[in-house]
């Protein structure tokens, strides 16, 4: 499935697996989160005076016996989305956030920020996956074995060309910064306006069901319960 501004088109249907794929228990560790909001009302249309408009809002992680690795993930938090430049930036800034599901060892958020200023608003995508033991990120080149890359790049490459008669996917290449999430059936990956389409296109998100990638994942690595 491709899902673009809310409006999500089926790709072409995939065989079913004979397998059944059991996702892991939910997270045994006890935390909660929290949504964090900062909120500075904009100046009037047409007032040349004031501040822009700052609504952001943001997760922040409480209830971790481990205060210090609670405090580290928070702070990652703040540094991945840019909280203070977003505060202090002389534009308007909406920041919003979703959390992904308790898969047991990680913590998953999908960021869109939506900036006004310039010539043209801009929307940018990204997402957060941090491991629950160490606070530290995961990547998308880390979820699945060396092998697995090419395919899962085809993939994504087969999706955009299959939507867009236009993109910038010759040279697309997926690294330790492309943003996803997952949950026990689907790889979403998210990219801003201008990545890998048309401008004019905006933000994308390609969903790709995890059992066509079931053969590459890292057994070291939260996907390990589709294998």
Not at 8 to 20: D, G, H, R
Not at 104 to 124: D, K, R, W
Not at 138 to 144: A, E, K, S, V
Request: glycine share 8%.
């Amino acid at each position: 499935m491709y899902k673009h501004g809310g409006n999500p088109t089926t790709l072409a249907p995939v065989k079913a697996s004979q397998n059944k794929m059991t996702p892991p228990p939910a997270s045994a560790h006890p935390y909660k989160i929290l949504k964090k909001a900062f909120t500075k009302p904009g100046r009037e249309p047409g007032n040349t005076e004031g501040n822009f408009g700052k609504f952001i809002t943001y997760p922040v992680v409480t209830d971790l016996p481990d205060k210090a690795l609670e405090k580290k993930i928070n702070t990652r938090i703040e540094t991945f989305i840019g909280l203070r430049d977003l505060i202090y930036q002389e534009r308007s800034v909406e920041v919003t956030y979703e959390q992904g599901p308790d898969l047991g060892c990680c913590l998953q958020f999908h960021f869109t920020i939506f900036s006004e200023g310039g010539a043209h608003p801009f929307t940018s995508e990204s997402a957060l996956v941090l491991d629950l033991e160490t606070g530290e990120p995961y990547t998308l080149m880390g979820l699945f074995l060396p092998t697995g890359l090419a395919p899962l790049q085809l993939l994504i490459v087969q999706g955009l060309l299959e939507h867009f008669q236009i993109g910038f996917v010759d040279d697309f290449q997926i690294d330790e910064n492309t943003n996803f999430t997952f949950d026990a059936v689907n790889l979403y990956l998210y990219f801003s306006d201008c990545e890998v389409i048309s401008c004019s296109a905006g933000p994308a998100v390609i969903v790709i069901e995890l059992d066509r990638l079931k053969a590459y994942i890292n057994p070291k690595a939260p996907l390990a319960f589709i294998q």
